[in-house]
T-cell receptor, first 112, second 117 residues
């Protein structure tokens, strides 16, 4: 059973469109991270959310942590070809000593 | 943040042999982890590399197959032993800090792409 359900797994849209990626679980997380990974590279940390209901913005990317700290979303406004990549959500149930549990990832392609 | 390097970046190995992957962090970190990622897939935690003690392995991973060392706060190795084609994967090292405002943030190396023939 996947602890973190991430959807959609694949998404191909046109430049300028908006999109949302979801990360859901039945477990409560102490924190949740979003990463972006490009081919041949390791994941790069985009944001960490910690407080239930928290919203963080990173330029055209908006991240939200659910009130119960069981789910999160990533919204991209006016997507650009440079946003193409694998987006991964990852959660920690315990403290900083725990490794991360990753969702299956969302392969995002933004077509010019 | 931390800058993490891994060696080798890729390798092609024969079945039955072993490969040791090195992970070097540019600053002292509390936590180091090893993950496996099948191409195009997500990451699976193999183990936590503990300094000065045995690594903590996740379900499905054992020390005899994936021995790990962590001699200090900036360096760790993962060995993939007695390899089979099923071990072909990308192996990633990550590092972070426990406590304070780190909140489980982990920084990843570029990965080691392993192909076993």
């Amino acid at each position: 059973t996947q602890l973190l359900e991430q959807s959609p797994q694949f998404l191909s849209i046109q430049e300028g469109e908006n999109l949302t990626v979801y990360c859901n679980s039945s477990s409560v997380f102490s924190s949740l991270q979003w990463y972006r990974q490009e081919p041949g590279e390791g994941p790069v940390l985009l944001v960490t959310v910690v407080t239930g209901g928290e919203v963080k913005k990173l330029k055209r990317l908006t991240f939200q942590f659910g009130d119960a700290r069981k789910d999160s979303s990533l919204h991209i406004t006016a997507a650009q070809p440079g946003d193409t990549g694998l987006y991964l959500c990852a959660g920690a149930i315990g403290g900083g000593a725990d490794g991360l549990t990753f969702g299956k990832g969302t392969h995002l392609i933004i077509q010019p | 943040s931390a800058v993490i390097s891994q060696k080798p970046s890729r390798d092609i190995c024969q079945r039955g042999t072993s490969l040791t992957i090195q992970c070097q962090v540019d600053s002292q970190v509390t936590m180091m982890f090893w993950y496996r990622q099948q191409p195009g897939q997500s990451l699976t935690l193999i183990a936590t590399a503990n300094q000065g003690s045995e690594a903590t392995y996740e379900s499905g991973f054992v020390i005899d197959k994936f021995p790990i060392s962590r001699p200090n706060l900036t360096f760790s190795t993962l060995t993939v032993s007695n390899m089979s084609p099923e071990d072909s994967s990308i192996y990633l090292c990550s590092a972070g800090w426990d406590g304070g405002s780190s909140y489980n943030e982990q920084f990843f190396g570029p990965g080691t792409r392993l192909t076993v023939l």
